[in-house]
């Protein structure tokens, strides 16, 4: 069996409530207007799927691919599952001062 060391443990648990909502934020950045309005795999399939397959295409990705990696850039940060996750993150271990307080005390004597 292994077990952590206390302080260590706790101190990532700490980092980890504090940086995750930032890390969202950060892709809501650099998605931008990307992740608002985007196209479905029906559009791809319409009259003006090769006007998106172009227009929306980038050196390292077709059109498609890079509205999927959008896609999932929204899910995570901007859904009701991405926002919750966030919601989730920062509450899990329980009320950031409390655990900085109680658990992490005696790291900073």
């Not at 399939?45 to 691919?65: I, W």
């Not at 991405?82 to 329980?94: A, D, I, L, P, S």
Request: proline share 4%; no cysteine.
């Amino acid at each position: 069996m292994y077990l952590p060391h206390r302080d260590t443990l706790y101190m990532a648990v700490n980092l980890f409530q504090e940086h995750y909502p930032k890390y969202t934020e950060m892709v809501q950045h650099l998605g931008a207007s990307g992740m608002i309005s985007i196209p479905s795999e029906e559009d791809f399939q319409s009259q003006m799927g090769n006007d998106l397959r172009y227009y929306l295409q980038v050196n390292s990705l077709n059109g498609e691919e890079r509205v999927a990696l959008f896609r999932l850039a929204w899910e995570l940060t901007m859904s009701s599952f991405g926002t919750r996750q966030t919601q989730f993150e920062r509450f899990f271990f329980g009320d950031p001062v409390r655990v900085t307080r109680d658990d992490l005390s005696d790291v900073f004597i």
